[in-house]
């Protein structure tokens, strides 16, 4: 009779578990977590044209970037998860395209992204520095939205937990207690852990950003490659699901490579590089008159 009520409570509670698809429209199923991850890109893409704006660029042509930036960078994040789940996919080559059933990883995005940005800022005169640091912080926060997603679809967790651990210690609501309950065990919800992370992230970003002669053109590109790279480090060791290369976690092992990349050009462009401009003091104005000076 225990045995029995113990199960059924079980099945109560993974009936609590929120429906991955939002809604259908002509057939066709849309899912919270597409949902979820439009919602961050939007609201990133808004924020970083307001900051083009504020500092008297052209916000049409960073627009046009982004056009370009955020397909191939869903491209780039899909191919990446594949490729290190290729044991899996080679076995279901019709399921490489189901990126609506999850399976992305924010690596293979943000280095598809950055590299079409890039070779665009270049092709089009643009400051790479200085689009670095509109668009990292608010990359930041898109990746912090998008943690939502896996919530819903119950994946990018971590090991087993006691519910007493998320009530009691974690202090969380009982709609995250009960999401985080999946085949009849808690788990660690490390999709919170990372998006709490990259919203204080965003948070002090945008703090120094703004803060008058603070920090100079690209330092907030590579704050975002220490914060990021090193919350990502801890939190992808307890999670369950994570890519391998050989006994390496490949995100754990990417994220100590762009913290030390991170933290040794900070340092090499403070000494070696003194006469930087400050990022509050750079402006279209500031731009012309440098091409003003380089001309004469």
């Known amino acids: 009779m225990m ?6 409570l079980q099945s109560g509670l993974n009936l609590l578990a929120i429906d991955p698809v939002a809604f259908s429209f002509l057939g066709i199923e849309i899912r919270w977590y597409g949902i979820i991850i439009a919602l961050g890109m939007f609201l990133a893409v ?7 704006e504020r500092k008297g660029f052209d916000s049409d042509q960073v627009m046009d970037m982004i056009m370009w930036a955020i397909p191939i960078g869903f ?6 998860y594949v490729i290190f789940e ?33 070779i665009y800022a270049k092709r089009h005169g643009m400051k790479v520095s200085f689009l670095a640091d509109v668009i990292m912080p608010y990359l930041l926060l898109a990746q912090g939205i998008g943690r939502w997603g896996n919530f819903v679809n119950q994946e990018a967790h971590g090991g087993p937990v006691s519910e007493g651990f998320l009530q009691e210690t974690l202090h969380l609501p009982d709609f995250i207690v ?6 009849g065990q808690y788990y660690h919800p490390t999709f919170l852990y990372e998006s709490v992370w990259n919203i204080l992230g965003v948070g002090l970003l945008l703090f120094l950003r703004h803060r008058d002669k603070t920090l100079k053109l690209g330092e907030t590109g590579l704050l975002y490659l220490i914060w990021y790279g090193t919350g990502r480090f801890f939190i992808e060791g307890l999670r369950t699901d994570s890519l391998y290369l050989g006994p390496f976690r490949v995100s754990q092992a990417l994220s100590l490579v762009l913290v030390v990349i991170g933290l040794a050009l900070f340092i090499y462009r403070r ?4 006469d930087l401009t400050y990022y509050s003091d750079y402006n279209y104005l500031t731009k012309r ?3 003003v000076k380089g001309e004469q």
């Open 3 to 8: 045995a029995s009520l113990v199960t059924n």
């Open 46 to 52: 808004e924020l970083i044209l307001k900051e083009i």
């Open 75 to 80: 491209i780039g994040a899909r191919l990446y």
């Open 86 to 118: 290729w044991d899996y996919y080679r076995e279901n080559l019709a399921e490489i395209i189901a990126i609506w059933q999850g399976g992305i990883a924010i690596y293979g995005g943000v280095i598809a992204g950055a590299l079409t940005a890039i």
């Open 178 to 183: 009960d999401q985080m309950f999946i085949n």
């Open 271 to 274: 000494t070696k590089q003194p």
């Open 289 to 291: 008159r440098a091409q």
